[in-house]
């Protein structure tokens, strides 16, 4: 009995070193390609003028690579009418400036309440809601297949994160039509999806991926919990994953989509509704500056930090801090 428990106390004593030392491993080999994402709808939620916010973040931070929302509820207001022009408007000025961009696009986009679905395709379902989708889908591919600077498609964001967004529930059958349409549509750009870091195991979202998009967060908000830290992952969980949806899956690569550079609220309200120092309770510049020193240790690249919407926000109410900080990491 004693050699029993002595050799079980061996091998948890090894596991529990291993994990220990995970913490201190870095898998970056040098710095990583960066960009950042821009939302229209979130710019909007924190009171911005949304176009001098983007110029601003395209001309100040110099981002090489972009990530850009395409929601339907704005594209297609109304069944089989598109409104192209802001999107244009934005992608456009991407190219001007020679970022490359990602462009989501499905019901299921980046920003709360992540499905962004318009009034009139909400009130229908079965066939004929899978329809609309998918001719939506098509009259963009086909409206921006053509744009230089549009270098891959996200189809959905974090589609099986079921627990998170006011979505209904996720047909797979769908889902896998989505992909199979883009890559019929347009066969020259790479096709990314996504999953959430922390929360999901990546192998249904790369299964018909080219490249697998993930997130990383280190605070967040639990339900009944309230602020959470993810001190217990360490880099190496995500450069594991990785490893094993490129070997089994076949993606050809694992990007950091969003890298945590804002805070959350613990009660679910905009950052806009929080007062200015209630919003850095929990989130610092040195939680900014930590994160990315983290991410670069997963060997993960791009990374695409989340939140130069609201650095602006802070920027236009008297604290540039983020923003500078920010600035100096996107040019690392």
């Known amino acids: 009995m004693k050699r029993i428990l002595k050799i079980v106390g061996t091998i948890i004593g090894v596991i529990a070193a291993v994990y220990l030392l995970s913490f201190t491993l870095s898998f970056g080999n040098g710095a990583p390609e960066t960009g950042l994402s821009f939302s229209e709808l979130y710019a909007k ?18 981002p090489k690579k972009l990530i850009l929302m395409a929601y339907w509820q704005y594209l297609e207001p109304n069944q089989g009418q598109y409104d192209f022009a ?11 400036d020679g970022q490359s961009v990602v462009l989501a696009i499905g019901q299921r986009v980046p920003r709360w309440p992540e499905c962004h679905v318009p009034g009139w395709a909400q009130k229908l379902s079965g066939a004929d809601y899978s329809q609309a989708l998918l001719a939506y889908l098509t009259a963009i591919v086909n409206h921006y297949k053509s744009d230089p600077a549009i270098t891959a498609w996200q189809v959905e964001n974090e589609p099986y994160l079921a627990t998170f967004g006011e979505c209904l529930p996720l047909d797979r059958k769908l889902f896998d039509q989505e992909i199979a349409l883009v890559k019929q549509l347009d066969p020259t750009r790479p096709v990314v999806t996504t999953d959430s870091g922390e929360l999901g195991f990546w192998f249904s979202a790369a299964k018909h991926a080219d490249i697998l998009g993930t997130t990383l967060y280190r605070v967040a908000v639990a ?3 309230g602020i959470f830290h993810y001190f217990f992952i360490p880099p190496a969980f995500y450069t ?37 120092s209630a919003q850095t309770t929990d989130f610092t510049t040195s939680t900014l500056v930590s994160n990315f020193a983290f991410a670069k240790r997963t060997g993960l690249s791009p990374v695409y930090f989340w939140g130069a ?22 040019l690392e």
Not at 86 to 96: H, R, V
Not at 311 to 329: C, N
């Open 45 to 62: 939620d924190l009171g911005l003028d949304w176009k001098q916010a983007y110029e601003a973040i395209l001309t100040d931070l110099k």
């Open 86 to 96: 802001d999107l244009d408007w934005q992608t456009s000025l991407a190219q001007k």
């Open 240 to 276: 594991l994953k990785a490893a094993l949806v490129k070997e089994f899956e076949g993606v050809s690569n694992v990007y950091i989509t969003e890298l945590q550079a804002e805070p959350w609220t613990i009660n679910g309200t905009p950052l806009a509704g929080e007062s200015m």
């Open 223 to 225: 339900p009944y919990i």
């Open 309 to 330: 919407e609201w650095w602006y926000y802070r920027k236009v109410h008297g604290d540039p801090s983020f923003w500078d900080i920010g600035k100096q990491l996107l």
